[in-house]
């Protein structure tokens, strides 16, 4: 079903009041892989890429991503470091694509470019399932960066896009926040909030990392800096919608946020044929990375994002 009929037939079932209490929210799944550079196998873990709720997940899309810095988290990393790497899924015993290593450019598949004082700096996520924000309900959204900015400080800014489900007038909810250090910022949540009017189907999220305030005529922002967390208050499940490492110190929750690029942004993006792939609670898969063969460099081990997104379905 295409996402602007999935609308009509919420809008429809909301008008009869047929719903049942049937939701849907969007979900991701995040881990981070350091490559060691021997050309050796590196698995993920395997409880991230799982589905830990009672509720099935519909998987839609594959983004993969290099990290900012290298594993010593001082040396910066190139972006280009994602064409070193190969990657496979194992699903069910069963391999996704191939058995063997593919590299990971090749998985690209979702043409998401776009100017680049805008993709640098903005991951835009067009939501396969679009959700609906009850009235006077809203989003609790959390950043932290993933460098320190040091004297100055990154605006770092959150919008989500929508329809009213009775009025079917756009809605546009906005909220930003100066990060000057590594703690975690939660966005003024009064600005997601709707007015208590309608619901709204929300249909994109945006996240965008600003120059440095100090500076803008020279850096043009970078949204791999950011890392991001969400979760609605209100009539949703309340749960977090990123999952990641697991016994990692310091913990880190939020999913980064160039792993979100889906629509606009810098990260490789696979969309999976058909319907995706369906975890029921309890089901999930494997990841395997490793360096491809004849890849050489001098930088110490390089870290890869992966993410794979998509939407819980609550009956």
Not at 126 to 135: D, M, N, Q, W
Request: charged residues 20%.
């Amino acid at each position: 079903m295409r996402r602007e009929e999935y609308m009509a037939h919420l809008i429809k079932l909301a008008e009869e009041n047929v719903c049942h209490g049937v939701l849907e929210e969007p979900r991701g799944f995040f881990d981070s892989i350091t490559l060691t550079g021997d050309g050796n196998l590196v698995r993920g873990n395997p409880d991230v890429f799982r589905n830990g709720e009672q509720f099935p997940v519909r998987l839609t899309h594959m983004t993969m991503a290099a990290r900012t810095l290298e594993s010593d988290l001082t040396t910066a990393a190139a972006e280009t470091s994602v064409q070193l790497a190969g990657l496979r899924l194992i699903f069910h015993d069963q391999y996704y694509m191939a058995p063997v290593f593919t590299p990971l450019p090749i998985f690209h598949n979702v043409v998401n470019g776009g100017a680049a004082p805008i993709s640098r700096a903005q991951s835009s996520w067009r939501f396969s399932r679009p959700f609906i924000l009850s009235a006077r309900d809203t989003m609790n959204v959390a950043v932290a960066l993933e460098e320190d900015p040091g004297a100055t400080a990154r605006r770092v800014a959150v919008s989500f896009t929508g329809i009213g489900m009775l009025s079917r007038r756009p809605y546009f909810l906005e909220s930003d926040a100066s990060v000057g250090d590594l703690n975690q910022v939660i966005l003024p949540t009064d600005n997601f909030r709707t007015d208590g009017a309608e619901p709204v189907i929300i249909t994109d999220m945006a996240i965008n990392c600003s120059a440095l305030l100090n500076d803008p005529d020279t850096d043009l922002g970078d949204v791999r800096m950011v890392r991001v967390q969400v979760r609605q208050v209100g009539n949703g499940t309340n749960a977090d919608w990123f999952t990641g490492p697991i016994g990692v110190t310091p913990p880190l929750p939020q999913c980064p946020a160039a792993l979100l690029g889906m629509l606009t942004g810098r990260c490789i993006v696979h969309e999976f044929p058909g319907d995706g792939l369906l975890w029921e609670p309890g089901e999930g898969l494997s990841v395997e990375m490793a360096e491809l063969p004849g890849s050489t460099r001098d930088a110490a081990g390089i870290r890869m994002a992966i993410g794979f997104f998509g939407f819980v379905s609550v009956t």
